[in-house]
């Protein structure tokens, strides 16, 4: 249980061990400093020019905005107050997700291998599939 970052909300301090040395911090040049936009809207875009784009954005920065993906705003905001009501459960509620098991489908885990990772991640996380919604409801 300590290896949960939501146990540790009254830190007053970064602990060590989350604290990623300069020389592995990345270097996001100027040009790359934006987030890459995909516009998934723009009808007039084939889908080898937007998956193209995606790659890039993957491949130079790591990660992109989606926009105009067609999810409504309000399922959004759903799924988003569903998040936060798991993470504001008392600790005991979410224990049984809690696994370190790669293989575990659903799961509630803090890093990928905390034991032998040089340096963690401040997160904790929720893995839990949906679809296709039959197979992944019963979780």
């Known amino acids: 249980m300590e290896k949960l970052l939501s146990n540790r909300l009254n830190v007053q301090s970064l602990p060590e ?6 020389e592995k911090r ?7 400093a934006a987030i890459p ?3 998934l809207g723009k ?3 084939d889908r080898k020019a937007i998956v193209n784009e995606i790659i890039n954005a993957s491949t130079k920065f790591g990660f992109f905005q989606v926009i105009n993906h067609g999810v409504p705003e309000t399922m959004i ?3 988003r107050g569903v998040a936060e009501e798991f993470f504001e459960m008392p600790i005991e509620d979410r224990m049984p997700m809690f696994s370190e098991d790669p293989k575990q489908v659903s799961r509630f885990y803090s890093s990928i291998d905390y034991d032998s990772e040089e340096t963690h991640y401040w997160r904790d996380i929720l893995r839990h599939p949906c679809y296709p919604v039959e197979s ?3 979780l």
């Open 17 to 22: 061990s989350y604290i990623l040395p300069p």
């Open 26 to 32: 990345p270097n996001i040049a100027p040009k790359y």
């Open 37 to 39: 936009v995909i516009d």
């Open 43 to 45: 009808v007039s875009r």
């Open 77 to 79: 905001k759903d799924m």
């Open 136 to 138: 992944f409801k019963h």
